[in-house]
């Protein structure tokens, strides 16, 4: 079982519509969770942090945390065209280092 | 503004050539990262220091060897590059303040071997 999950797409949606990604994880003891935006030939960009279950929102973007079901998402409200690239889920445990998916490719057509 | 800085952007190597990368940053972390990672692949975690304290991945090929000489600079050497080690490579930083759990990237270095 990979330690971060997440479907590889690519997940296509107009432009306007709400983009919904999810990741799950495998280690209970995961406290920090969060979302890379990553275009193609480019580094990884941080664009959302989550660390307690609920919520998190900042502008188009909502993070959704449930600890108890191992689960994180990802809202994206308004899609863009420039919305679309891959879109990395992170997990930390109580260690330094991060654990990557391999990514969700979003697609936002006109 | 506070940054990530790796150089080169591109780099192109003979097979077997040694090549180094170097990574700064003005973010003053104390932990710095560096990641391999190939095309459609999930970014791979070679080794990071926390301060001075050098932490390798098991999985790490002892063909990657790393130094930071000081809190702004670390660098990234590959001994004897192979075909299968041309891809992204990138630096990260983490620590102070409020956002001390989060990672922050470099633009990467392309490396291409011939």
């Known amino acids: 079982q990979k330690e971060v999950e997440q479907n590889s797409g690519p997940l296509s949606v107009p432009e306007g519509a709400i983009a919904s990604l999810n990741c799950t994880y495998s280690?209970?003891?995961?406290?920090?969770f969060f979302w890379y935006r990553q275009y193609s030939g480019k580094s990884p960009e941080l664009i959302m942090s989550?660390?307690?279950?609920g919520d998190k929102e900042d502008g188009r973007f909502t993070a959704q945390l449930n600890k108890a079901s191992q689960y994180v998402s990802l809202l994206i409200r308004d899609s863009q065209p420039s919305d679309s690239a891959t879109y990395l889920c992170?997990?930390?445990?109580?260690?330094?280092?991060?654990?990557f998916g391999t990514g969700t490719r979003l697609q936002v057509f006109p | 503004d506070a940054m990530v800085i790796q150089n080169p952007r591109y780099q192109v190597t003979q097979f077997g050539k040694p090549v180094t990368l170097s990574c700064s940053q003005t973010?003053?972390?104390?932990?710095m990262y560096w990641y391999q990672q190939k095309s459609s692949q999930a970014p791979k975690l070679l080794f990071h220091?926390?301060?001075?304290?050098?932490?390798n991945e098991a999985d790490t090929p002892d063909n990657f060897q790393s130094r930071r000489p000081n809190t702004s600079f670390c660098f990234l050497d590959i001994r004897s590059p192979g075909l299968g080690d041309a891809a992204m490579y990138l630096c990260?930083?983490?620590?102070?303040?409020?956002?001390?759990?989060?990672?922050?990237f470099g633009p990467g270095t392309r490396l291409t071997v011939l």
């Open positions: 990260a930083t983490r620590g102070g303040g409020m956002s001390y759990n989060e990672q922050f």
């Open positions: 280690d209970r003891g995961s406290q920090s």
């Open positions: 989550i660390y307690s279950n």
């Open positions: 992170a997990v930390k445990a109580n260690t330094d280092k991060l654990i």
């Open positions: 973010l003053n972390h104390n932990v």
């Open positions: 220091y926390y301060d001075k304290d050098f932490n």
